[in-house]
T-cell receptor
Framework: GAVVSQHPSWVICKSGTSVKIECRSL??????MFWYRQFPKQSLMLMATSNEGSKATYEQGVEKDKFLINHASLTLSTLTVTSAHPEDSSFYICSGPTGPSYEQYFGPGTRLTVT | AQKVTQAQTEISVVEKEDVTLDCVYE???????LFWYKQPPSGELVFLIRRNSFDEQNEISGRYSWNFQKSTSSFNFTITASQVVDSAVYFC?????????????FGTGTRLLVSP
């Protein structure tokens, strides 16, 4: 399957600062990537669809001004958590591209802790 | 609306026992895909299997098998002769024609603990 990487794998930041998470498709060009959020011991919730060369599509209830997504190239999508607060602490996972039967390949995730 | 229900929050078994993880789904799409993913403690999701809505054949892969029944909207996953390495959270997921099969809707997951 496709290889997706994320950087960093974990990050600790102070409340009020911004943090950027990178998601790279290593062996495939991806016009679309997806960002999920997972709270401890909970399921994955789709936050937004990242579209190369255009604006991201956010799911209902997700603040687009807080979670900035940029898909600048066919191999890189970034998620920036702006003015982070402790409640933004979570596990953020990106995915893409979809496989031949629409299976998604997930990155290893980024654990964000806001203090 | 699409929904995936995994009623079993946590299952504990002893090594070599068989275990079945339940998954029930809801969708209005007539064409859809169902998936199972494994999330070990490291956190990275591992794709296990996908089934399309027109293929109700059961599938076996080593110790893993899947039972898809459209009549009951279920896609259950059985691990035979479980091993400690099977300990993980398992997610069932669904994608439908209505979203171009792009968006995955996940169940809440079942945590499987296999003890030696």
């Amino acid at each position: 399957g496709a290889v997706v990487s994320q950087h960093p794998s974990w990050v600790i930041c102070k409340s009020g600062t911004s943090v950027k998470i990178e998601c790279r498709s290593l062996d495939f060009q991806a016009t679309t990537m997806f960002w999920y959020r997972q709270f401890p011991k909970q399921s994955l919730m789709l936050m937004a669809t990242s579209n190369e060369g255009s604006k991201a599509t956010y799911e209902q209830g997700v603040e687009k001004d807080k979670f900035l997504i940029n898909h600048a190239s066919l191999t890189l999508s970034t998620l920036t958590v702006t003015s982070a607060h402790p409640e933004d602490s979570s596990f953020y996972i990106c995915s893409g591209p979809t496989g031949p039967s629409y299976e998604q390949y997930f990155g290893p995730g980024t654990r964000l802790t806001v203090t | 609306a699409q929904k995936v229900t995994q009623a079993q929050t946590e299952i504990s078994v002893v090594e070599k026992e068989d275990v079945t993880l339940d998954c029930v789904y809801e969708t209005r799409d007539t064409t859809y895909y169902l998936f199972w993913y494994k999330q070990p403690p490291s956190g990275e999701l591992v794709f296990l299997i996908r089934r399309n809505s027109f293929d109700e054949q059961n599938e076996i892969s080593g110790r893993y098998s899947w039972n898809f029944q459209k009549s009951t909207s279920s896609f259950n996953f059985t691990i035979t002769a479980s091993q400690v390495v099977d300990s993980a959270v398992y997610f069932c997921a669904l994608s439908g024609w209505n979203t171009g099969f792009q968006k995955l809707v996940f169940g809440t997951g079942t945590r499987l603990l296999v003890s030696p």
